[in-house]
């Protein structure tokens, strides 16, 4: 079976993931909305409307108005891969937003999340 480039799938499909992973875990939208605009400067207003656009994922972060400086900041594992760890900058960014969403689902203070 070939590997589906997550880069090219729409960012439609995918954000309403990233938000039920958090919801099942007592955790709402627009905790997912904040953590998002803190990493990529869109506007929670912005998201809402990528949401309804065929923006893909890849141009969803490759056209992001003002990635956080504080970014870099963010370590760990996601899917058994070290964030700060990972090659391809398009790639890295894709998983930080995976590990923030991760953090935030399992409980974390939107400040230690934030890096704050």
């Excluded at 990233?18 to 955790?27: D, T």
């Excluded at 141009?59 to 891969?81: D, K, Q, Y």
């Amino acid at each position: 079976m070939p590997r589906i480039d997550v880069t090219k799938m729409p960012f439609s499909s995918l954000y309403p993931l990233l938000v039920h992973k958090a919801e099942r875990k007592g955790r709402t939208r627009e905790e997912v909305d904040q953590v998002t605009a803190w990493l990529t400067g869109y506007t929670p207003s912005d998201i809402a409307h990528l949401e309804q656009s065929d923006t893909s994922y890849g141009e969803f972060f490759r056209n992001a108005p003002s990635m956080n400086p504080n970014r870099r900041l963010i370590t760990g594992r996601i899917c058994g891969v070290r964030v700060e760890e990972i090659e391809d900058p398009l790639m890295q960014e894709i998983r930080y937003l995976d590990k923030l969403v991760d953090e935030l689902a399992k409980g974390k203070s939107m400040e230690m999340i934030l890096r704050g």
